[in-house]
């Protein structure tokens, strides 16, 4: 059974950084893409970023590029998103999926599986 769990949500200031966190087991997961997505109340799931198995292609959303960058742990089954200069616009839960392809795409379509889901709240 596939688990994907995020850890490292909460409430920041603007300005400040948070590291999300995204453990999968269930399967090994060296050759699925990996990708983080975020949903606001009122809004659709947006993408935000993601990245090969290999950890040698990964994509960042326009709404967060320059300020967030996703990597593969040391552990190939987790999945790190570092968010630097937070702004309240990025108050949302934020989803770690996961794609059985080794093509990074962008759509929440395109994933097979998700995990529950971490708050982020950036006040301002």
């Known amino acids: 059974q596939v688990q994907l769990v995020e850890s490292g949500g909460g409430l920041v200031q603007a300005g400040d950084s948070l590291r999300l966190s995204c453990a999968a087991s269930?399967?090994?997961?060296?050759?699925?893409?990996m990708g983080w997505f975020r949903q606001a109340p009122g809004k659709e799931r947006e993408f935000v970023a993601a990245i090969a198995g290999s950890g040698s292609v990964s994509y960042i959303g326009d709404p967060v590029k320059g300020r967030f960058t996703i990597s593969r742990g040391s552990a190939k089954n987790t999945v790190l998103l570092q968010m630097n200069s937070l702004k309240p616009e990025d108050t949302a839960v934020y989803y770690c999926?996961?794609?059985?392809?080794?093509?990074?795409?962008?759509?929440?379509?395109?994933?097979?599986?998700w995990g529950q889901g971490t708050q982020v709240t950036v006040s301002a």
């Open positions: 269930g399967r090994t997961f060296t050759n699925y893409v």
């Open positions: 999926a996961a794609r059985s392809s080794p093509v990074v795409v962008t759509t929440a379509g395109n994933y097979n599986y």
